[in-house]
C-alpha cells in the first residue's frame, strides 16, 4: 500500500506539473477497473464509451484535490461509480430492484435444490459452465450486483476498496454481495434444469 | 456443533471469508458433505467468474483522453477571454443601470412606508435564504462524491 502510494503521489506530482505522459500512464493503470464498472453499470456501447472518456477527464480537473487517502486506483473508481450512478439517475434506471417476493423464490429454489438431493447434478452442471453462460447470466442481475461482482472476483478488491469506491457499508455490502451470488447460482441452475440437463 | 444444514450466507461465508465463520460453522462443514458440496458450487462459480476476460473498449483510451485534454486546454484561453469580456460588460451595464435610476431609486424607498419595506426585505431575504440553502445543498453532494 506505501509503495503504492508513493507511485501514486510521484505520478500525482508529474500530472500537476504538466506532464501528460504521467496521465497516460495513469490511465493505462486504471482503465482495466474503469471499464469494468462501466461495462456493469451501462448497457449502451456508445454511452459506455462516453462514459469513460468522461471519466478520466473528471480525473484530470480534479486531480489537485485528491488526498492520498485511498490508492489512486480506488479513487478514480469512485469517480467512475458516481459518474455511472449519475448517469442512470439521469435516465431514470434503477441500480438495484429487490423486492421480497423475489427474495423467497431464490430461497425456495435452494432448498428445492437441496431437497432434492441433486447437489452431485448441479455440480456437474456447475463444472460445465462456460464461461460465455455465466457472462450472459451475470448481464442478467441488476448494475449494482453484476459491479459487485465484478469487482469482488473479476478485480480482486477487497471489501474496504469496493466500499470505497461505492460507498456502502461493509455489513450491507457483504449482504449485497451474498444476494449476488445466490440469485447468479439460482438462475443458472433454473436455466440449466429447465433444459432437461 | 450445528446439525441442521447451513443457510446460504454461512455457505457464501465459509467459501469467500473463512476465517470470519464461526466455530459451530466451520465443525458442521468438516462432517457434512451436502455442505460441501455447496461450497464447492459457490467456489467453482467464483473461479468461472474470474476466468470471464476483461472486457475492453474497441479503442486506445489514453490517446483519446490525452487528445482531448490537449483540445480543451487550447480552447481555455480563449473561453476565459470571453469570460473577462462578459464580466466588465455586465459591470458597465449594472453602473448604467445605477446611474440611470438612482433617483428614481431614491423616490421610491422614501415613498413606501416603513411595513411594506419591511415587508419586501423579508421576502428578499427568504429567496437569498433559500438560495444560498440550495447551492449548499449541491455543494455538499458534489464534495461528498470525491471526499478522499
Redesign the interface.
Known sequence: MRQDQSTDKKLVKKVLEGN?NA??TI??NT??LV??II?KMIKNQED??DL??EV??KA?D?LG??????KLST?IG??TY?TCLNFLEKKKILILNIDEDGLESW?LI?RKV?GN?N??V??HI??K?K?QI??SE?ENLPPLYKTL??LY??QELSYKEIGEITSLPEGTL??Y??RA??Q??NN?LGKYKREDL | MKNKHLIDSEIQQFAFDESECEKDVVEHMSSCSLCKQRVEDYVLLSTSIKSIPDPALGFDLSKRVLMQLETSSKKKPLLDYFVYALITLSGLLVGFCVACFSLFCINWFKGNSTVSMAFIICIALSILMILINDIMKSHRRKMKMLKF
Open positions: 501528460s496521465f497516460k490511465v493505462v482503465q482495466g471499464v469494468q461495462y459506455r464509451e469513460a472518456q478520466f477527464l484530470y480534479k484535490s485528491f488526498k492520498f487517502n485511498s479513487w469512485t469517480i458516481n430461497d435452494d437441496l438431493s447437489s452431485q448441479d455440480s456447475l463444472r459452465e464461461h455465466i457472462a451475470i461482482i465484478s472476483h473479476n457483504k449482504n454481495l451474498y451470488r445466490k447468479l447460482k443458472l
